[in-house]
């Protein structure tokens, strides 16, 4: 988290305002096709998982060989959409500065590349996760910290053009870091080793399970990617800098969550594989409370003093970006819930219903958003009808899962909502008066970081817990001191 914020600042610095907003439109543009390759990699996890939960090794090769046809064929249709599609959005829609169109084109190539490298890799990544080696993106994650840190020094005294560098240094990267997942994969696990097998039936049923999972994706694209290029449309490449500071903040908090969520995962879908409903129910709870309680805490601080990191972190800090980043942080919140509500729907292989309606719901965003922009409002309004309909459809997800899994609705809202709701109220006391009460300064701000830990931390523990999860964390806590304390 500390070396994105880190690199983010020297990147923004290096490049500009100008070119930093051209680099994450641009970026973006290629990213807008990316939900069709989304859906396919939600199939590709779910598949892979259900097989190694049912011990079927040749079912399991099966599903890696034909995931991987199909996402060759998935890179090869981005290549295609790119080159056209994108290209002329880029030189007839965007608001470019005429004499960084040459550099935009480059960034534009880079992203086609890098897009493609990552799409062929989706297969062994979800290898990795299904396998539960969680270990492997940790000892990755460090390589990718050290070649940050490479990347920056490198854009800092580069003579050449920094845009087009650092869109080249980024592909680098990216090549490399997929290289090594795919070598792990190929050493550990053999149904990784791509095999030539035609299974029509089987490719068919990975493509409709995608296919209705593309609703969901194609409205976490729009709005993510959708919403950036309306803000460029309306208001210029300096509100998607704005945007992609608030994105970084953001990506680096979730960063965590996304993580332990990753972990959890493959074990929803394999309980549900050997039919233990009651104990996918519990795993459910678990995620969505821990989850929660994980990204409150790293949360919660950052709401509150948005502006002081922000300028501390920062040189220049874009206009906009403190509402962003507040509005964005809270929506993370709401949609940290819903993951495994979605996990469990995909565990189950019945999407279609699910799909179609919630992603007709989301599909939403876009429209209500521009409608917002054209009556003249603010830019931060598409924030507010991004929360404002992921809150919806948060209620919905929960009644078209409850006749696939067997779950009540009311003992969803008995084991989350009421206890996250009730730490949030009561975590906020006591920051909230130190923030109110207090100058704004240095010691302000260390201040209200302590006390939110605190706060969120005792309340979440006490409240926020069965008593049975009391007993886990303190039984993890004390191994993990004497794990460090007693070697």
Not at 37 to 52: C, P
Not at 287 to 308: G, H, K, W
Not at 409 to 414: P, R
Not at 479 to 486: D, R
Request: aromatic share 14%.
């Amino acid at each position: 988290m500390l070396v994105t914020l880190y690199t983010s600042r020297v990147v923004l610095n290096t490049l500009g305002v100008t070119d930093y907003g051209v680099y994450n439109v641009v970026g973006g543009v290629v990213a807008m096709f990316g939900f069709i390759n989304g859906s396919m990699s939600s199939a590709t996890q779910r598949y892979i998982t259900f097989a190694l939960g049912k011990g079927d090794m040749k079912r399991l090769q099966t599903v890696f060989s034909t995931s991987l046809q199909i996402h060759f064929l998935i890179a090869a249709l981005i290549v295609v959409l790119g080159e056209t599609v994108g290209l002329w959005f880029m030189y007839t829609q965007m608001q470019i500065p005429a004499d960084r169109m040459d550099a935009a084109f480059w960034v534009l190539q880079c992203s086609i590349v890098s897009t493609v490298v990552m799409i062929v890799s989706v297969p062994y990544n979800a290898d990795i996760i299904a396998h539960e080696k969680m270990s492997v993106f940790a000892y990755i994650s460090i390589l990718e910290a050290v070649l940050k840190f490479a990347i920056v020094y490198a854009l800092v005294i580069s003579p050449f053009d920094k845009l087009i560098f650092y869109a080249f240094l980024i592909l680098a990267v990216q090549l490399l870091i997929r290289f090594c997942y795919n070598h792990y994969c190929n050493r550990h696990f053999e149904e990784s080793k791509y095999r030539h097998v035609w299974d029509k039936s089987f490719f068919k049923e990975m493509t409709s399970f995608a296919g209705w999972s593309m609703f969901g994706n194609l409205a976490g694209v729009l709005f993510g990617q959708g919403l950036n290029m309306l803000l460029n449309v309306f208001f210029g490449p300096v509100v998607n800098a704005a945007r992609a500071v608030a994105v970084q903040v953001q990506s680096a908090i979730q960063q965590f969550i996304g993580n332990f969520q990753m972990a959890l995962n493959p074990q929803i879908t394999k309980t549900y594989a050997k039919g233990e409903m009651e104990d996918m129910h519990k795993l459910m709870f678990r995620s969505a409370r821990f989850s929660f309680y994980l990204l409150f805490f790293l949360s919660l601080p950052v709401l509150f003093e948005t502006n002081f990191i922000l300028t501390v972190w920062l040189k220049t800090v874009p206009d906009n970006t403190v509402v962003f980043l507040r509005i964005m942080i809270c929506t993370s919140l709401i949609y940290t819930l819903s993951n495994p509500l979605m996990v469990a729907n995909q565990a189950t292989g019945k999407v279609r219903k699910y799909q179609a309606i919630c992603g007709s719901i989301l599909l939403m965003i876009l429209p209500v958003s521009y409608v917002c922009l054209k009556l003249g409002c603010p830019a931060y309004s598409v924030f507010l009808v991004h929360f404002a309909v992921e809150s919806i459809t948060q209620l919905v997800r929960m009644v078209l899962l409850r006749p696939l899994i067997g779950i009540r609705i009311v003992d969803y809202i008995k084991n989350i909502y009421t206890r996250v709701l009730f730490v949030v109220v009561l975590s906020v006391i006591a920051p909230f008066i130190i923030y109110d009460n207090m100058d704004d300064t240095v010691a302000r701000f260390f201040v209200v970081c302590l006390i939110c830990m605190l706060s969120v931390g005792t309340v979440a523990y006490t409240i926020g817990l069965s008593k049975n999860e009391r007993t886990f964390v303190r039984s993890k806590v004390v191994a993990f001191t004497n794990k460090i304390f007693h070697k």
